[in-house]
């Protein structure tokens, strides 16, 4: 059951054929685990209207209670401390952390990509980075060049959602750190399933 979970937070909804397949079993024994989890409230059933002729598929994937079976970084008490944050010393005050944060993180990713000989090094170091920071990262080159990265899991959703700065301040870090154009593309606490960016060599 968490391999499935995991698929459908990694991979986006899919049909249970393409889950058994991936997860080496019946299409009755992916169909036996969805209904379960669906009882538990972790996952649902979206119809997708099919191509041409023929019925809509079904599409599985995760809901809210799904998500938060994943880290979420400890989300109620971080959205306490910034609300007293903000209510006791001000948004100056909270300003001033997220930029501090930003810069030890900075200064981080730096010394991780220090070696890294071109855009596509650091990039994948990066990758590595984050995804060892809990956001179950991955990247690939597009056919024009640039480059994708993307980001299955935010482990300080609930910060991020409470407070816009955390992923202004992410964003310029990661154009920092890779001294390149970086756009984000998809965005968790706007409702996309993941957080995307696309990454252009400087010049």
């Keep these: 059951m968490t391999r499935l979970l ?8 899919q049909a249970t054929a393409a889950l058994a397949t991936t997860l080496g079993i019946t299409g009755e024994a992916a169909r036996q685990q969805l209904s379960r989890m669906a009882g538990d409230g972790l996952v649902e059933s979206v119809s ?12 599985w994937h995760l809901t809210p209670a799904g998500h938060a079976r994943f880290p979420d970084g400890h989300a109620a008490l971080t959205t306490a401390l910034l609300s007293s944050v903000v209510a006791h010393l001000g948004a100056d005050a909270l300003d001033r952390v997220i930029a501090a944060r930003e810069a030890e993180v900075l200064a981080r990713y730096r010394a991780g990509l220090a070696d890294a000989p071109d855009l596509a ?11 060892a920071e809990g956001y179950m990262a991955d990247c690939w080159r597009e056919a024009d060049g640039s480059w994708t990265l993307v980001e299955n899991h935010c482990p300080i959703c609930a910060a991020a959602t409470a407070c816009a700065g955390f992923c202004r ?8 750190a890779l001294g390149a154009r970086v756009e984000r593309t998809d965005h968790i606490p706007q409702g996309a399933r993941r957080c995307a960016y696309r ?5």
Excluded: M, Y
């Excluded at 995991?6 to 909804?13: A, E, F, M, S, V």
């Excluded at 997708?48 to 599409?59: H, K, Y």
């Excluded at 090094?121 to 995804?131: E, F, K, P, S």
């Design 169 to 176: 301040s992410e964003l310029e870090t990661f154009r920092a």
């Design 48 to 59: 997708e209207e099919a191509t041409g002729r023929g019925r809509p598929r079904q599409l």
């Design 199 to 203: 990454i252009v060599e400087e010049g």
């Design 121 to 131: 090094g650091r990039v994948h170091r990066l990758t590595a980075l984050r995804t």
């Design 6 to 13: 995991l698929l459908l937070k990694t991979d986006g909804p």
